[in-house]
């Protein structure tokens, strides 16, 4: 039986997988972080602010889009009235948008209101 750990090559071989797959890992694993945060401004009414952050592959976002995951996350609250005054996706590169598709980690700031004001 050949033992593999004794070959030059396929130690330098598995160096490169592991270095290779190491990126790719990480930012796997920081496709799920998501937060919202709500300020009250009166007894039934305030702000919120709620973030999604997704890795892009080949066009697939993991483990949602960005935008997604931030208005998820916001309507999970289940708060009454909710209105979104302000949407910031990053990065953001115009026309040349399309090449975040192939391999990219992106975020989304959603900023709303919540509740009744009284008028």
Same mark, same amino acid.
């Given at each position: 039986?050949?033992? *593999?750990? =004794? =070959?030059?090559?396929?130690?330098? /071989?598995?160096?490169?997988? &592991?270095?290779?797959?190491?990126?790719?890992?990480?930012?796997? #694993?920081?496709?799920?972080? #998501?937060?919202?945060?709500? $300020?009250? @401004?009166? +007894?039934? #009414? /305030?702000?919120? $602010?709620?973030?999604?952050?997704?890795?892009?592959? *080949?066009? $697939? @976002?993991?483990?949602?889009?960005?935008? =997604?995951?931030?208005?998820?996350?916001?309507?999970?609250?289940?708060?009454? =009235?909710? +209105? $979104?005054?302000?949407?910031?996706?990053?990065?953001?590169? /115009?026309?040349? @948008?399309?090449?975040?598709? &192939? &391999?990219?980690?992106?975020?989304?700031?959603?900023? /709303?209101?919540?509740?009744?004001?009284? @008028?």
């Amino acid at each position: 039986m050949r033992v *593999f750990t =004794n =070959n030059p090559g396929y130690v330098a /071989g598995m160096r490169r997988l &592991i270095l290779c797959l190491l990126p790719v890992l990480l930012a796997l #694993s920081l496709g799920a972080c #998501s937060s919202v945060e709500f $300020v009250r @401004d009166t +007894e039934s #009414s /305030g702000t919120f $602010v709620a973030t999604g952050t997704s890795f892009t592959i *080949f066009g $697939v @976002d993991v483990p949602r889009s960005a935008l =997604n995951q931030a208005r998820e996350n916001a309507s999970d609250a289940g708060l009454h =009235n909710m +209105e $979104v005054s302000q949407v910031k996706i990053r990065p953001y590169w /115009g026309m040349f @948008d399309f090449l975040l598709e &192939i &391999i990219s980690v992106r975020s989304a700031t959603i900023h /709303g209101t919540w509740g009744y004001t009284a @008028d």
